[in-house]
């Protein structure tokens, strides 16, 4: 059994920031690829960032040069720090994480339950 739970979310103003922060527990050998993606009130959800084992990035356009994911591997956790944060970024926001739990088993990929981000004035 593999578990994330994030934390951050809230209620922002436009211009502000939040960190949202996703633990990743249970049966780990290895993880590979870790992220975030959105889901807003009435539309599909979409992948916003990405950070991979080494460390490399990935940003969807629409977080470019605001957001910034990074992970720690020691703790098996990934943030998303978002600056800069507009009403269009309001949306439940899951974490996932690509995870081997044994080392001869195939990596699958894992669901956060989703923190609600609200940028409102």
């Known amino acids: 059994q593999v578990q994330l739970v994030e934390s951050g979310g809230g209620l922002v103003q436009p211009g502000g920031s939040l960190r949202l922060s996703c633990a990743v527990s249970g049966s780990i050998f290895s993880i590979n690829a870790m992220g975030w993606f959105r889901q807003a009130p009435g539309k599909q959800r979409e992948w916003v960032a990405t950070?991979?084992?080494?460390?490399?990035?990935n940003y969807a356009d629409s977080a470019k040069g605001r957001f910034t994911i990074s992970r720690d591997n020691a703790k098996n956790t990934v943030y998303l720090q978002m600056n800069s944060l507009k009403p269009e970024d309001t949306a439940v926001y899951y974490c996932?994480?690509?995870?081997?739990?044994?080392?001869?088993?195939?990596?699958?990929?894992?669901w956060g339950q989703g923190t609600q981000v609200t940028v409102s004035s």
């Open positions: 996932y994480a690509n995870v081997k739990a044994t080392s001869w088993g195939a990596a699958r990929s894992y």
């Open positions: 950070v991979t084992s080494g460390g490399s990035t």
